[in-house]
C-alpha cells in the first residue's frame, strides 16, 4: 500500500495540482487507515464492511471529530476511486455504499476587533529596529517582527497560513503592494497591501529579502534563516496567546476569517470578497454575513425604529 500511496500522492500534485498542505493531510489519512487495516489484518482489498468498521473505529475508539471522519472518508473514496480507475480488476469499496455523518455546522470565528488591537500593540514592526533607509546585508528582524508582519498580513489579505508561508519573494510585485498566491488546486490570484503604515513595514522586509536572498528565496523566514513553516507559525501564535491571555487561542484560519467579516462589515461586495479569499463557491463566503454582527447593529442604532413610535 505504501507503494500505491506514493504514487497516488503524485497523482494528486502532478495531476490535480494539490498544494503540499493538501497532500501531507491525503498522506495522514491514508496512513492511518493502512495502520488500521494491518492491525485488523486486512490483507486484500477492502470490502464495504471493512470501511464501515473503519468509520465506527474513527467515531467510537479514536473519537474522531465529525469532519475529521469525513475527511478520512472523502480521503479514502478519491484513493479507490484512483486505483479502480488505475486497474481494471480494482472495484472500489466505495461504489455503491452509503455513509452517513452528519457534520454540525459552525460559523466562523474571528478574532474581534479589540483583541486585534491588543494584539497589534504586543507586536513590534520591522520599522521599529531598521529605518527603510537604514536596510543592511547584516540586519536581523527578530521572530516577533516577522510574526507581527505575517498576522497584519493575513488579517488585510484573508491568506491561507499554507499560502502565505510558501511564498517567495518574487511572488511579490509592486512596491510590495501586491502578492501573487497559489491557492487551493493550483488556482493563482492576487491579493493587494493597501494601508499605508503595513505596506512600509511589509516593503522594509520584502526589499531587506530581496537584497539578501534574491527573488527565488522564500520570503517568510525563522530564527535559523529557513522557510517559516505553518506549523511553527501556528506555535508561535499559541506563545502569544497563552502571553495575552487570549481564548479561545489564536489561528492562522481565526485571521482569515477576521479579514473577511471586517470587510463585509464596511460593506465591501461580498463577490470581492470572494475573489479575495479565493473561494471556489459564494456559498462558502455568504458564512460571514452571518457572523458580522457591528454592521447590523450599527444599522439598527441608525434606524432607531421605537423612537418613531414611543414618544
Known amino acids: 500500500m505504501k507503494i500505491l500511496i506514493t504514487e497516488y500522492l503524485s497523482y494528486c500534485k502532478e495531476q490535480l495540482g494539490l498544494n503540499e498542505h493538501s497532500l501531507r493531510a491525503y498522506a495522514q489519512d491514508l496512513r492511518a487507515f493502512g495502520a488500521y487495516a494491518a492491525l485488523r489484518q486486512v490483507t486484500s482489498l477492502p470490502k464495504k464492511t471493512d470501511i464501515i468498521s473503519y468509520q465506527k473505529h474513527l467515531r467510537e475508539e479514536r473519537e474522531a471529530s465529525p469532519a475529521t471522519i469525513r475527511r478520512r472518508m472523502v480521503t479514502l473514496k478519491s484513493y479507490f476511486r484512483w486505483l479502480e480507475e488505475t486497474d481494471a480488476s480494482v472495484t472500489s469499496p466505495f461504489r455503491d455504499l452509503r455513509l452517513e455523518l452528519k457534520i454540525p ?5 474571528p478574532v474581534d476587533r479589540p483583541t486585534l488591537a491588543q494584539l497589534f500593540r504586543a507586536t513590534p514592526s520591522t520599522l521599529d529596529s531598521c529605518p527603510m533607509d537604514r536596510i543592511a546585508y547584516e540586519q536581523r528582524f527578530s521572530s516577533e517582527q516577522v510574526t507581527g508582519l505575517v498576522v497584519r498580513l493575513l488579517v488585510v489579505t484573508g491568506l491561507r497560513v499554507g499560502e502565505i508561508t510558501s511564498l517567495d519573494v518574487g511572488d511579490v510585485s509592486g512596491a510590495a503592494s501586491r502578492i501573487r498566491v ?3 488546486g493550483n488556482r493563482e490570484r492576487t491579493v493587494y497591501v493597501t494601508n499605508d503604515k503595513l505596506l512600509l513595514d511589509f516593503q522594509t522586509y520584502w526589499d531587506w529579502r530581496y537584497r539578501v536572498a534574491g527573488a527565488a528565496s522564500c520570503l517568510f523566514i ?7 513553516t505553518a506549523p511553527a507559525f501556528r506555535k508561535r501564535l499559541r506563545t502569544v496567546s497563552k502571553k ?7 489561528t492562522p484560519h481565526r485571521f482569515r476569517h477576521s479579514a473577511a467579516t471586517l470587510l463585509i462589515e ?3 461586495d461580498i463577490r470581492l470578497v470572494q475573489r479575495l479569499l479565493g473561494h471556489a463557491s459564494i456559498a462558502t463566503t455568504e458564512l460571514y454575513t452571518k457572523v458580522s454582527d457591528n454592521s447590523l447593529v450599527a444599522a439598527i ?5 421605537l423612537s418613531q413610535v414611543d414618544h
Request: proline residues 7%; hydrophobic residues 30%.
Open 105 to 109: 455546522k459552525t460559523l466562523p470565528r
Open 244 to 250: 495575552l491571555v487570549v481564548e479561545p487561542h489564536l
Open 222 to 228: 525563522n530564527s535559523l534563516g529557513r522557510r517559516l
Open 182 to 184: 497559489r491557492g487551493k
Open 266 to 268: 464596511e460593506g465591501v
Open 301 to 305: 442604532e441608525r434606524a432607531d425604529t
